[in-house]
């Protein structure tokens, strides 16, 4: 399938998944519920605006950047509100569905129409309450402060002279329609704060082109670390121009490992620290992420420490047998809304926070920022600070 095969699908399938959620949700909250009118054909109606609006604010925005701002708010609250209502009403469905079955076994009566619809009055004014109290818990954790988060590492190779060597991690940043600017100056402050040795950015940083973006991620040329600040692409590169994104971030002062590596300190106080596209980048033309790795590691001493910056927490597969003592990721967002992280497993082998694998280690962050709505449920968003710590020492 070609790319513009792909794009069709993808569009075909997001307004067959919008249109069916919105489907479901009519049904269980005015069909079920019979709702009086005029108030059911207001409802249908506020249900129609509000599932066009999120194509609409995808795509028309990407198109007239100018809008974006009046579209995208609304739109990504209500896919927010949209998911925690699919969620709670599903569970009232799984209650019921199993409360019906008991009574089937047991011979008990069979509920009668006008009981039904009060029990779809209930549970439909249940949902809209905890969905809308989660809606607002979820925004403020999702636009309140961020979080810093310590995690203390220790790895078997790691020079004595390196222990204790600090490493900031941010990720999916998600720096776009809802982020901007100012975001990213209160982030790089912060992180400046801590007087890091490594800065290390783990994709998902934009989501927008270099035109539309450039101001608003500008600060991070004012990050600061001993040894430098360094970038690796994420998936959401690709969706807004990762050459172009690699070029502009380089012209700002950022190391970007393409499939590469450096030393960091000297002689036998060094380590490796190595970079990778994100596990995606064949898709858009880059290599495949086996040989991506092997670019990046070809020629290493086996004896030295290495540590891996890779947006997704699946290169640990392919990375672990190739001697990466620890690798830092992004991308899962740690679920960013609950139970969502149970759908991410499925993908991921990690979700978030410091695992082992095999003989390597790896720390999934739940990132910087957000995607899509401004909501985070038990998952509130962090800028990581990684301490090393020889097992030498």
Do not use: C
Not at 259 to 274: C, M, P, S
Not at 283 to 290: D, I, L, M
């Amino acid at each position: 399938m070609g790319r513009i095969g792909s794009l069709v699908f993808f569009i075909a399938a997001l307004i067959g998944i919008i249109g069916g959620l919105h489907y479901y949700l009519w049904a269980r909250l005015v069909r079920d519920t019979r709702l009086p009118a005029p108030w059911n054909a207001i409802a249908l109606g506020a249900l129609v605006a509000l599932g066009v609006a999120i194509p609409t604010a995808m795509f028309v925005g990407r198109i007239y950047p100018a809008l974006r701002k009046f579209l995208v708010w609304p739109a990504y609250i209500w896919i927010g509100v949209m998911f925690l209502l699919f969620v709670t009403l599903l569970g009232g469905d799984i209650v019921r569905i199993l409360r019906w079955s008991g009574a089937k076994l047991v011979g008990g009566d069979v509920v009668d129409a006008e009981r039904r619809t009060l029990i779809a009055r209930i549970l439909g004014t249940l949902a809209l309450g905890v969905s809308g109290g989660l809606a607002v818990l979820g925004m403020r954790t999702a636009l309140g402060p961020v979080e810093i988060k310590q995690v203390r590492v220790q790895l078997r190779r790691l020079p004595r002279a390196q222990h204790g060597t600090r490493i900031v991690q941010l990720t999916d940043m998600h720096v776009g329609p809802t982020r901007g600017r100012a975001f990213v100056e209160e982030i790089v402050r912060r992180t400046n704060e801590l007087s890091a040795d490594i800065v290390a950015i783990t994709g998902d940083l934009v989501d927008g082109s270099v035109n539309d973006l450039r101001e608003a991620v500008a600060p991070l040329g004012d990050l600061r670390a001993r040894f430098g600040v360094f970038f690796v692409t994420g998936n959401h590169e690709y969706f807004s121009g990762a050459e172009e994104w690699s070029q502009e971030l380089r012209r700002i002062g950022l190391r970007v490992l393409h499939n590469e590596r450096v030393t960091i300190g000297e002689g036998a106080a060094a380590f490796d620290l190595a970079g990778v596209d994100d596990y995606s980048a064949q898709r858009y033309g880059g290599v495949p992420h086996s040989q991506a790795l092997a670019r990046a590691l070809a020629g290493r001493d086996p004896q030295r420490e290495l540590i891996l910056l890779a947006h997704q927490p699946r290169s640990i597969v392919l990375g672990e047998p190739l001697g990466v003592g620890l690798q830092l990721s992004g991308h899962t967002h740690g679920g960013q809304m609950w139970p969502f992280n149970y759908l991410v497993r499925l993908q991921q082998p990690f979700v978030a926070g410091l695992f082992r694998h095999g003989g390597s280690q790896i720390y999934v962050s739940r990132g910087t920022g957000y995607w899509g709505p401004p909501m985070r449920l038990a998952v509130p968003p962090e800028i990581t600070e990684v301490t090393l710590e020889s097992a030498l020492a």
